[in-house]
């Protein structure tokens, strides 16, 4: 079955970096394009960025200049850099296909950012 363990989440004060990991199995990996989503406490969970099989890649506007999503596909594994980040960006961070599918969400990495 479909699975996306997603790592790398922690504790960081404002204007450090963390780069997250998600680890991905079930299907053929290089064929699809992938999203890593976040969910803010008390709001619902969002897009935040993508890749397509390719490489081609696009972010929201909250994270685009700060954020850098890659793919290893001989890993199975997708990446998000996160640079400058700000406290805003406390949240869950999750991974799946893009479109997302419902029954393929984690367990998510949570990041705080904060002094």
């Known amino acids: 079955q479909v699975q996306f363990v997603e790592s790398g989440g922690g504790l960081v004060q404002p204007g450090g970096s963390l780069r997250l990991s998600c680890a991905a199995s079930?299907?053929?990996?290089?064929?699809?394009?992938l999203g890593w989503y976040r969910q803010i406490p008390g709001k619902q969970r969002e897009f935040i960025a993508d890749i397509t099989s390719s490489g081609t890649a696009s972010y929201s506007d909250s994270v685009k200049g700060r954020f850098t999503i890659s793919r290893d596909n001989a890993k199975n594994t997708v990446y998000l850099q996160m640079n400058s980040l700000k406290p805003g960006d406390t949240a869950v961070y999750y991974c799946n296909l893009r479109p997302a599918r419902p029954d393929y969400w984690g367990q998510g990495t949570q990041v705080t950012v904060s002094s």
């Open positions: 079930g299907f053929i990996f290089s064929l699809y394009p």
